[in-house]
């Protein structure tokens, strides 16, 4: 039996009445907050549905900013890793504000200029299928040696199209024809964020579908002989074929980097609008302190609790709320991004398209964001709850005596 | 002293472990991020990259300005004003080329 | 031994509702027993006992505790004071609803830190004590009148003070369990414990148990009985 609890007898000497040295001595810190703990959450769970329902909503919001924050870090990455091999420069000829085929000729005129590496024309175009309601990407693939009448297709367009290796896909030419394609190959890539759409063919397959005359291309891609100089040499492009529009891989990446900055406002202002009533629940939540409570503040206070241990358990309180709320959010958020295909957010992605890459992002993570993120979702909930037991906790405890 | 009842768990070493379990998770998760970082191998990505001289993600494939938004002409996303909402959900997340917002050697 | 000299205590001072709910009180207290102070309601019993409780500081006079002068104490020190010499009962019990018995009798001991194990069972040795071992993890609001008296009273004792203080302990009760409760609190000077008890019902001020009895009215000592 602990010694502080043992009646004492009649014959002992009673001990003094003031508080000795030993008293002040250091208590063992992790036992207090722990006895802290206890009651904090003895104290919340008495509004069981109350706190769950916030605890929930809390983890919700966290969720949502998590994974918009996560999702876009990722694809971000993924975009400046994959397309640091895109071409340097990519000349388009533009007539009247529209892209329009490439003569020939021009490649040479491109040759020419200082600077240039080397310059070869492409081929590619979109194609609607209206099998499936679908746009795919067509592009000639001159390396992969393929006949005229022979394919090689995207994931996801295979997927849509429940179609393998060794069947036919029938395009329509653009004379109305139809032409019977054989699917020698499905592009095998880890991640289908480049290729689910495309469908490879022969130059010769791409002229005959789209009736193309042999001396055109749809643009073409430069190698440029010193990178640093990738932008004289667009201005001298510029110069040399006015009606020419070149754009840089610096430009392509610069695009990829701004994935879900500009007009990602849109969503934070939805997302915002969210946080904005929550705070304003939370706030009234703990900051409304309630008659009750503030009484059962006073009898802390009179049976012994200092305004210290008040406010540490207040400290508690909304730690332990708005911590286990974040850390959940982020977690759920993490598994939904990274190993659960960003599922939510496929409707935003899809949008009106049919044809949708099944990708595994790689998880990136910008600690500093995820730092930004844990200030704004866990801080101002600490304080609010802090502020109104501190007022609390100021008052004399002889309330507690005057009921 | 009399038999008592299992005690339960006490209260706040039930949520201290919880707390400690998502924090160990929550720096799994940064492991995980720098560890699958250097493993993922992309060479075959950017190989097909390089061959085919790719220069978008195939993620919007409802419009060309979409699909290709490095590519597009410069006024296919503003059909109608500069600053007109998009039809596409996806113009929410993807910016128009930067060619039309910063300056370039196209002016 | 607890000293009382001149001590006043003025609330809402110098406003239109001002009140004196003591007035130059001097008093010395001993050691062991038990004292009651009587009076009707608005003598000054509670303010009194608030006073000798550290849970307020009087307007005016020195409150000394085995000589040492507490009137001047920081905050800090103040309820250090309070934890380890006194132990209250108060008159509506003021148990935390929604806490079970045993979180109730255990929460003065909360801020000292001592080990669970520890702290656990001898709030359960407390509840054994005073016949509530079975109620140890209901919730307090499930208890009847003299269950929760019981409660109130293992909790002022929690951290084994050396003076208990009882703000009218019977209110609640009805005859059999006031006397219950009067020879809880005369087992409990018996064994060395000072016990200060305010009452306006005569059950208690004329029990055997009762060792002095101090009657005020209008913040002011009236008499002064040792039985």
């Known amino acids: 039996m602990p010694v502080g609890l043992v009646f004492r007898d009649c014959d002992t000497v009673s001990p003094p009445l003031l508080p000795t040295a030993a008293d002040f001595a250091m208590r063992p810190l992790l036992e207090r907050q722990k006895y802290l703990i206890d009651y904090t959450l003895a104290a919340l769970f008495r509004r069981k549905t109350r706190n769950l329902g916030l605890l929930l909503v809390y983890t919700l919001l966290v969720f949502l900013f998590a994974s918009v924050l996560l999702l876009s870090q990722g694809l971000r990455r993924e975009a400046a890793l994959l397309l640091q091999d895109a071409p340097e420069v990519v000349v388009q000829k533009l007539i009247a504000g529209r892209h329009d085929p490439l003569p020939a000729a021009w490649l040479d005129t491109l040759r020419r200029i200082r600077g240039v590496g080397s310059a070869r024309g492409r081929l590619w175009g979109y194609y609607y299928d209206p099998a499936v309601k679908a746009n795919y990407t067509l592009m000639a693939a001159p390396e992969r040696g393929l006949a005229a009448d022979e394919i090689i297709v995207g994931a996801a367009l295979a997927r849509i199209r429940q179609i393998g290796v060794g069947d036919y896909l029938s395009l329509r030419a653009t004379d109305g024809r139809p032409l019977p394609m054989k699917i020698i190959g499905i592009l095998d890539s880890a991640s289908e964020l480049l290729g689910a759409d495309l469908l490879l063919l022969s130059e010769t397959g791409f002229r005959q579908l789209f009736q193309l005359p042999p001396a055109v291309y749809t643009d073409a891609v430069l190698t440029v002989r010193n990178p640093r100089e990738a932008s004289t040499v667009a201005n001298k492009i510029a110069l040399a074929l006015p009606a020419s529009r070149p754009i840089l891989r610096a430009e392509i990446l610069r695009t990829y980097d701004a994935v879900f900055h500009w007009r990602e406002g849109m969503t934070f202002v939805a997302l915002g609008s969210l946080l904005l009533a929550f705070l304003i629940l939370a706030w009234d939540k703990a900051a409304g302190l309630s008659a009750e409570e503030k009484r059962e503040i006073g009898i802390l206070k009179a049976i012994g609790w200092e305004t210290g241990d008040i406010l540490r358990m207040k400290l508690w309180e909304g730690t332990l709320l708005s911590l286990t709320a974040f850390l959940a959010g982020y977690l759920l958020a993490w598994w939904q991004v990274f190993y659960g295909g960003a599922r939510l957010f496929a409707p935003v992605l899809k949008g009106w398209a049919v044809l949708y890459p099944d990708f595994r992002l790689t998880p990136a993570v910008d600690l500093q964001q995820v730092l930004v993120l844990l200030a704004v979702t866990v801080l101002p909930y600490i304080v609010a709850t802090l502020i109104p037991g501190w007022r609390a906790a100021i008052s004399d405890p002889d309330a507690a005596m005057r009921g | ?107 | 031994m607890i000293e009382l000299h001149e001590v006043s205590k003025v609330f809402n001072q110098g406003q239109p509702n001002e009140c004196r709910a003591l007035r130059e009180l001097s008093l010395r207290l001993e050691r062991g027993g038990i004292t009651v102070f009587k009076g009707p309601s608005g003598s000054g019993k509670t303010t009194l006992l608030t006073l000798i409780g550290c849970l307020a500081r009087p307007t005016a006079g020195r409150i000394t505790l085995d000589g040492r002068l507490l009137s001047n104490l920081p905050e800090r020190f103040l309820t250090e004071v309070r934890r380890h010499t006194f132990g209250f009962v108060f008159q509506r019990f003021n148990l935390l609803r929604g806490l079970t018995v045993l979180e109730n009798v255990m929460l003065p001991a909360y801020p000292l830190g001592k080990p669970y194990r520890e702290l656990r069972d001898g709030a359960r040795a407390l509840l054994d004590r005073f016949g509530l071992g079975a109620k140890a993890d209901s919730r307090v609001e499930w208890l009847s009148g003299g269950e929760a008296q019981r409660t109130a009273l293992a909790r002022a004792l929690i951290n084994d003070p050396a003076v208990l203080i009882a703000d009218e302990p019977t209110a609640n009760l009805d005859s059999a369990l006031s006397r219950e409760v009067l020879a809880l609190l005369g087992e409990l000077a018996t064994q060395g414990r000072t016990v200060l008890i305010s009452s306006h019902d005569p059950l208690v001020f004329e029990a055997v148990q009762v060792d002095r009895v101090i009657e005020l009215h209008d913040g002011c000592v009236v008499g002064d009985s040792r039985c």
């Open chain 2, 1 to 107: 002293m009399p038999l008592r009842r299992f005690p339960h768990p006490r209260k706040a070493n039930a949520a201290l472990t919880l707390l400690a379990t998502l924090s160990l998770l929550f720096g799994l998760t940064l492991a995980d991020s720098a560890w699958r970082a250097r493993s993922t191998n992309r060479a075959a990505d950017r190989a097909l990259v390089r061959e085919l001289g790719l220069t978008d993600l195939s993620l919007f494939t409802e419009a060309r300005y979409t699909r290709h938004p490095t590519q597009a002409d410069r006024h296919s996303p503003f059909q109608d004003h500069p600053a007109a909402l998009d039809h596409f959900p996806s113009g929410a997340l993807l910016p128009p080329p930067p060619g039309l917002t910063l300056y370039s050697h196209e002016e």
